[in-house]
C-alpha cells in the first residue's frame, strides 16, 4: 500500500480455482477488509511485504488500514464494527474478555512474538545494565498498556522497585515521548522503531537495551477479527491469514536490506538504509513469528506479565480468546 494504505486484490469467488496463483482479477471482484493497525511501524514488515507484494490481492482482498494509535483505540474500533480485523496488542482482548462480553472479538493470528520496543538513554552505555536504571527516571507508555506492562516487568525482573529506584513518567502521549525526551524530560525513553533509530541518527539518544529481548517470547501483536466477520466470513479470515503467512516467509528468507527496499514505500519519510537497520535489529532477536500460530507458553507469560502489573483480574483460557484453526490450515503439513 502506497500513502493512503490501500491495496488491491483478487476476488474471494476466484480462491477456489487460483489458490496460490499469481494473475489478479478485476477489482470489482474484490472482498473489502478494514483493517485497524495500533501504530505504523517497521515492527510490523511481514504484513507491509505482504502489501507491497500483492499477496493480499493474490488472496482476494482489497485491505483499506487505518491506524488506531493505541491499543485501545483498535479494540474500540472492532467494537464500534468501524474496522473488521485489527493489528493490536493482546492486552486488548483479555481485557475486553475479562469484562464479561458474550461476543467479543478473538485471536486469529500472530504476527510479533517480542515487545518490538527499545530502550533509549541520552548518552551512550556499551555495557548497559537494566539495573543501571536506579535513581533514574524513564518516559514509558499509557498505564495498562503492554508497552509499559513490559517495562515494568523487566524492571521488577531486575530487582528494582518502580517508584524506589526507578521513576516512570506515565502522563505523556504516545506520539509525544520522543518529543518530550528530546526537550529534556528523563533520563531514558522507551521508543518502538523507527523512532529509536531516529533519536540515535539525530545524536539526541542512544539504543541501549531491548525490552523484547529481556521480556522473552509473547504474543506481542496479534490479529483479533470482529464476531460477525469469524462467523459470517471465515474464508476472508482464512485468505488474510494466508497472506499474513506469506509475509512472513517472505520475510523470513530475505535479507534486512532486501526487506527495506520493499517496504520502503510503506514509511515515504525514511530510507531503506535506515530501514535495513532497523530491520536487521529486529531480525538479530528473532521479533517476527516464522507462522501464524499462537504459542499457548507465550499467551501464558503474558498474562503472568499483566498479573504483575495489577493489570490482569483474572487469568483468560487459551480456547477463550484464540481461534487456532485459521492459522492451522495455512501450515505445511
Known sequence: MKKKFCIAAAGLLLLSACTGCTSQPEASALTPVRLNEVVHSVFYAPQYAAQELGFFEEEGL?????????????MTALLSDSA????LGIEAGLYVHNEG?????????????????????????????????????????RLG?????????VIKDNGMTIGEDVEIINNIDFSSTAGAFTGDVGDYTVEFEPVATTLEQSGAGHIV?????????????????????????????????????????????????????VV?????????????????????????????????????????????GGELEKRVPFDALVRTEFAETVLPE
Open 101 to 141: 462480553k458474550t461476543d467479543h472479538p478473538m485471536v486469529f493470528a500472530q504476527l510479533t512474538q517480542r515487545a518490538g520496543n527499545f530502550l533509549v538513554s541520552r548518552v551512550d552505555e556499551p555495557h548497559f545494565k537494566w539495573t543501571d536504571l536506579k535513581g533514574k527516571s524513564v518516559i514509558g507508555g
Open 84 to 87: 473488521d480485523i485489527a493489528l
Open 264 to 308: 520502503l514505500p510503506q514509511f515515504p519519510d525514511s530510507d531503506a538504509d535506515t530501514l535495513a537497520t532497523i530491520i536487521a535489529r529486529y531480525k538479530a532477536q528473532d521479533t517476527w513469528k516464522t507462522t501464524p500460530s499462537v504459542d499457548p507458553e507465550g499467551f501464558s507469560l503474558i498474562q503472568d506479565i499483566m498479573e504483575q
Open 145 to 153: 498498556g503492554m508497552p509499559e506492562l513490559v517495562l515494568e516487568y
Open 62 to 74: 482489497d485491505v483499506t488500514v487505518s491506524i488506531g494509535n493505541g491499543a485501545d483505540k483498535s
Open 209 to 261: 537495551a531491548s525490552l523484547g529481548e529481556a521480556s522473552g517470547y509473547v504474543p506481542y501483536t496479534v490479529y483479533m477479527a470482529s464476531s460477525a466477520l469469524l462467523q459470517n466470513s471465515p474464508e476472508t479470515i482464512a485468505a488474510f491469514t494466508r497472506a499474513i503467512y506469506r509475509g512472513q516467509e517472505w520475510v523470513n528468507t530475505h535479507s534486512a536490506q532486501e526487506i527495506a527496499e
